[in-house]
C-alpha cells in the first residue's frame, strides 16, 4: 500500500475515532452518564475494531490496524464505565 492510501487511511480513521471523543469525555467526567449506554453496542463495536485491526496487520494496511484499534479502546472505555456506573446502581 503507497503512503497515499495510508495517508487517506489515518485521515478516514482520525475523523472516526475523533467522533467518539466527546462521548467518552463526558463519561470520564461524569461517570454516571455511562448507565444508559448500551453493552451490546459497545461490546460489538470493540469485537468489530478488534477483527479490522486483525484484517489491516494481515493485509500490511497499518493506518486500519492503528486506527481501529484505537477505535476499540475507546469503546471499551465506554463499555467498562456502562459496566461500572449500572453495578453502582444496582
Known amino acids: 500500500m503507497n503512503i497515499l492510501h495510508q495517508g487517506i487511511g489515518f485521515l478516514a480513521g482520525g475523523i472516526i475515532t475523533a467522533a467518539a471523543m466527546p ?3 463526558d463519561i470520564i467526567r461524569d461517570a454516571s452518564r455511562a448507565k444508559g449506554e448500551s453493552y451490546s453496542r459497545n ?3 470493540v469485537i468489530g475494531n478488534l477483527i479490522w485491526v486483525g484484517y489491516g496487520i494481515a493485509g500490511d ?5 492503528v486506527m481501529c484499534g484505537l477505535s476499540g ?7 467498562l464505565a456502562a459496566i461500572r456506573a449500572n453495578r453502582r446502581c444496582s
Open 23 to 25: 462521548r467518552v469525555i
Open 61 to 65: 494496511a497499518i493506518a486500519i490496524s
Open 73 to 79: 479502546m475507546l469503546n471499551g472505555t465506554i463499555l
Open 43 to 45: 461490546a460489538l463495536l
